[in-house]
């Protein structure tokens, strides 16, 4: 407890999924959390229960991918907070899956738009904040951006542009005292990974489950404690690191997961309330929704 008192973070796609755990987990550890994410996503719900429980959050609607959005954002941290010490690059979106012949462009445009654009005018908007406080960035790669996985290969290569965008941040920023590093999730428990409420086809969810060594998804908890982690003064000399939280599937050549009894492959109960944790980007699974949010 306590592993981020006095500090004030903002947290990106926070309404839903990971972010949601994130903001949460940061709360509950001392952190004041401005909650971001778009006005669709249930922002205020997140930051009522934090305050509930006695946590400190504020939302912010808007799309983070637009320069003035992302200044106004990190303005109501100052505003509100009097500072930043943490930023959370955390929204991202996934709409399509295909082979590249039939990859649909507008989903590539809108991927770059909300992944790329958002993480690097959010680094950018904060970072004059961040070099005050000697404070750091943590950013949303994948295993996707390691590997490039089929079907999925304009999503990879915008995380593989986070992967290169933090790193290049951590040297840049190091004089300042800012540090800048990556939390790469494998498959994780959110609306992302199942057929029902993501792009992926009932095929390419069992392989990616069952080329997953350990044999299960993670949960949006098990990856909010790792940033918690890098977020934290203990991660004080990790600067530039990708962190897989991966179940080993960066690792794995083969359907290892099928082998797993299934007594290991029971995901974790955790201590967070995480009630959105399957609500990532609503909008998007509404068959062809996601374009008017483009
Ligand atoms: N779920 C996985 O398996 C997985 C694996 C690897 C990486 N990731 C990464 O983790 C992050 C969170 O994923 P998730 O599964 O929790 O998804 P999610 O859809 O639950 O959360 C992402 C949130 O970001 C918001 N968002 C997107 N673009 C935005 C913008 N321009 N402005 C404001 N808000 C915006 C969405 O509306 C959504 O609420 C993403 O960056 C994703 O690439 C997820």
Redesign the pocket.
Known sequence: MNRLEGKVAIV??A?????EAVAKRFAKEGAAVVV???V??PVHEVVEEINQQGGRAVAFT????VQETAEACVLLAREQYGKLDILVN?????PATSTIDKYPVDAFQYMV???IY?CFMMTRAAMPELQKTRGNVVS?????GWMGIAENTPYGGT?AFIHAFMKGVATEQAKEGVRANCV?????D????HKETGPMSAKMEKQTVEGTPMGR?GT?EEVANVYLFLASDEASYVTGALYFVDGGVTNSKGPHGAEVPSSLKKEPEGELNLEHSQ???AEIRKQDQWKHLG
Do not use: M, Q, Y
Not at 184 to 188: F, Q, R, V
């Open positions: 990106t796609g309404g839903s999924g990971i972010g971001a994410g778009f669709e996503d808007g799309d983070l991918s955390n929204a991202g979106v996934f738009k909300n992944n958002s949303a790669g994948s295993e996707a995380k790469c999730p494998g498959p994780i959110t609306a992302w990974t998804r949006p609500d990532g980007h």
